[in-house]
């Protein structure tokens, strides 16, 4: 069964250098920000250059009830 990582902060900086590391090594990765194109950008970037499946969230992870709707998203 391949491993899944949640990553805040994905488009830019560590947290984008966390998903690169995890996609490397042969996790799937969801990546979330504020940024929704930047995101989609490193989607793009790790799914043409990996084996890994990306899921992008765009949200503000200080907004608690924006933090829940997505995760709740990724049960549907």
């Keep these: 069964m391949k491993k899944t990582v949640?990553?805040?902060?994905?488009?830019?900086?560590?947290?984008?250098a966390c998903a690169?590391?995890?996609?490397?090594n042969e996790y799937d990765v969801i990546i979330t920000?504020?940024?929704?194109?930047?995101?989609k950008e490193v989607k793009?970037?790790?799914?043409s250059t990996?084996?890994?499946k990306?899921?992008?969230?765009s949200f503000d992870?200080?907004?608690k009830t924006a933090t829940f709707e997505a995760?709740?998203?990724?049960?549907?």
């Design 54 to 57: 990306v899921i992008t969230l």
């Design 6 to 16: 949640l990553i805040t902060g994905a488009s830019s900086g560590i947290g984008k």
């Design 50 to 52: 990996y084996s890994c």
């Design 44 to 47: 793009k970037e790790i799914e």
């Design 20 to 24: 690169y590391i995890f996609a490397k």
């Design 61 to 63: 992870i200080q907004n």
């Design 33 to 39: 920000g504020r940024r929704a194109e930047r995101l």
């Design 71 to 76: 995760i709740e998203k990724l049960q549907q």
